[in-house]
């Protein structure tokens, strides 16, 4: 017979391979704060990609292992915050923020705050929102657009506080952008186990040999165009823009209720006049 502190002890225990993954995120992200004091931009830029690619395994290992936990959850929040939160934040402000007095770090803490934010609400919308779209921008694209930018600027050898106040204003705009109402695609509808042609293995072979040829470039055009299509997804779905839209509590937003009413009303009369045929 099983006593209860059997039990009690088996679930004090820490599932390794999820964990482990998460951790390494987490290094990434260090690694990334670490290298942009010392002027090691590249490197940084190219951790918080890395802690993403860790970020993506994690949770996906931890569902096909059947190993998720309350403690992976928890743990996985406080690493993205580290990651995705304040590594873009100060890798901005010492590539580029760090000569601009006040309104640098305050830029800087304005990334921080909303990717706080955004984890926040994330954690509490999680078995509740729409799984086709992320309400924000999700804090692994904001910190994407960060990251790209930084990268290429590198690359390309500007000086990043030449253009301290550009910088700024784009640190400020993806900070907000995370705790806005903007509709992201979550692209969770794609079937991934589904059969596709020749030719689209094809178009994901140059697609690599492009990455490849230019890695920094075509991040930065697909994280920027990312970020904007926040804004003009919100836009096309509704019949007129208002405050709730953009920022604030949209649980009760009309426009968005009236559309799915619409679609499950037409639902309801087809499914209805089916069986009228039917009979």
């Known amino acids: ?50 802690a993403m690619i860790f970020d993506g395994l994690d949770g996906r290992v931890a569902r096909i ?42 830029a800087a803490f304005v990334f921080v705050a909303g990717a706080a934010l955004r984890l926040a609400r994330f954690n509490t919308q999680v078995g509740v929102a729409d799984k086709r779209y992320f309400q924000g921008l999700a804090s692994p694209a904001a910190a994407g657009v960060i990251a790209s930018i930084v990268w290429v600027g590198t690359e390309y050898q500007l000086n990043g506080q030449d253009y301290g106040f550009i910088m700024g204003l784009l640190t400020i705009v993806t900070g907000l952008l995370m705790v806005s109402n903007f509709r992201y695609n979550s692209f969770k509808e794609v079937d991934w186990k589904g059969k596709v042609s020749f030719i689209v293995v094809l178009l994901i072979v140059l697609v ?41 509590d949209e649980d009760h937003d009309a426009d968005f209720d009236s559309k799915k009413a619409t679609v499950n009303n037409n639902q309801a009369a087809d499914d209805a006049s089916s069986k009228t045929e039917q009979k």
């Open 208 to 248: 690599f040999v492009v990455v490849a040829s230019s890695p920094a470039e075509l991040l930065m055009a697909v994280f920027v165009l990312y970020a904007c299509s926040g804004p003009i997804t919100t836009v096309r779905s509704v019949k007129k823009l208002k405050l709730e839209h953009v920022v604030g």
């Open 1 to 50: 017979m099983t006593s209860p502190n059997a039990n009690v002890n088996q679930n004090r225990g820490i599932y390794l391979l999820p964990n482990l993954l998460t951790t390494a995120g987490l290094f990434s992200g260090f690694y990334a704060v670490v290298s942009s004091m010392n002027n090691h931009f590249e490197a940084a830029a190219i951790a918080i990609f890395v």
């Open 65 to 106: 292992t059947n190993t998720q936990s309350e403690f992976g959850a928890e743990y996985d929040s406080m690493a993205d915050m580290v990651s995705f939160g304040i590594a873009p934040g100060l890798v901005a402000y010492n590539w580029a923020l760090s000569g601009m007095g006040k309104f640098g770090w305050l």
